[in-house]
T-cell receptor, first 109, second 115 residues
Framework: EDQVTQSPEALRLQEGESSSLNCSYT??????LFWYRQDPGKGPEFLFTLYSAGEEKEKERLKATLTKKESFLHITAPKPEDSATYLCAVQAEGGKLIFGQGTELSVKP | EAGVVQSPRYKIIEKKQPVAFWCNPISGHNTLYWYRQNLGQGPELLIRYENEEAVDDSQLPKDRFSAERLKGVDSTLKIQPAELGDSAVYLC?????????????FGPGTRLTVL
C-alpha cells in the first residue's frame, strides 16, 4: 500500500537554528515527490518536485533531498516567516498525490 | 497569472442539508482535482478530472457526494445530505497535465462545518 509518513509532527526552533524535516515513503512506481508549504487558512503552496534518488533542489533557506526511501527538507537559519506546516506527497501512477500528515514548524524570534 | 479560485471560503450548515462548492482552475490546466483535508492531516484525493471526464473517483463516497466538470473548465462538488463527519476543508487543485511530475496548484479551500 502506498504510504507517506512525516516526522516530527511538530518542530519548534529558535530563529537561526537549522534543522531537517523527514518524509518516509513507500510507493509503487514513484512519479515524483513533492514538498508543499501550507499556512493557516490557505491551500498548500508548491515548493519542490524531486524525481530520482540523489536529486537536490534549493529555494532560499530550504533544500530538499531524495533517497529511495525518504526525503529531507533542510531549513538553514530559519526566520519566523518560515513558520508553517510542511507537507510531503508522493505521486503514484495515474497522477494521484498521496500526502503525509505534515510537520508543523514554528520559528520563534 | 490567476491561481485556482474557490467559493465559498466558508460554509456552515445543519446536518442533512445539501451543500455545493465551486472551483475555477488555472487557465489552460486540463486536470482538476478535489481533495478533502481533515484537521491535522494531509489532503486526500476525492476525484480527478481530465478535461470533462472523471478518471479517478474511487475515493468519492458516491452515496452522498457528486461532482461535475462541465465543458472541462469549472467544477462543482456537491454533498447531499451532509453528515457531521463531512466537516473538513475541501481543496481544489489543477495541473497542466496528469501523470508523472506535473505540479498541482491548490486553491484556498472551502472550510465546511456541519452542525
Amino acid at each position: 500500500e502506498d504510504q507517506v509518513t512525516q516526522s516530527p509532527e511538530a518542530l519548534r526552533l529558535q530563529e537561526g537554528e537549522s534543522s531537517s524535516l523527514n518524509c518516509s515513503y513507500t510507493v509503487s512506481g514513484l512519479r515524483g515527490l513533492f514538498w508543499y508549504r501550507q499556512d493557516p487558512g490557505k491551500g498548500p503552496e508548491f515548493l519542490f518536485t524531486l524525481y530520482s534518488a540523489g536529486e537536490e533542489k534549493e529555494k532560499e533557506r530550504l533544500k530538499a533531498t531524495l533517497t529511495k526511501k525518504e526525503s529531507f527538507l533542510h531549513i538553514t537559519a530559519p526566520k519566523p516567516e518560515d513558520s508553517a506546516t510542511y507537507l510531503c506527497a508522493v505521486q503514484a501512477e495515474g497522477g494521484k498525490l498521496i500526502f503525509g500528515q505534515g510537520t508543523e514548524l514554528s520559528v520563534k524570534p | 497569472e490567476a491561481g485556482v479560485v474557490q467559493s465559498p471560503r466558508y460554509k456552515i450548515i445543519e446536518k442533512k442539508q445539501p451543500v455545493a462548492f465551486w472551483c475555477n482552475p488555472i487557465s489552460g490546466h486540463n486536470t482538476l482535482y478535489w481533495y478533502r483535508q481533515n484537521l491535522g492531516q494531509g489532503p486526500e484525493l476525492l476525484i480527478r478530472y481530465e478535461n470533462e471526464e472523471a478518471v479517478d473517483d474511487s475515493q468519492l463516497p458516491k452515496d452522498r457526494f457528486s461532482a461535475e466538470r462541465l465543458k472541462g473548465v469549472d467544477s462543482t462538488l456537491k454533498i447531499q445530505p451532509a453528515e457531521l463527519g463531512d466537516s473538513a476543508v475541501y481543496l481544489c487543485a489543477s495541473s497542466l497535465l496528469a501523470g508523472g511530475g506535473n505540479e498541482q496548484f491548490f486553491g484556498p479551500g472551502t472550510r465546511l462545518t456541519v452542525l
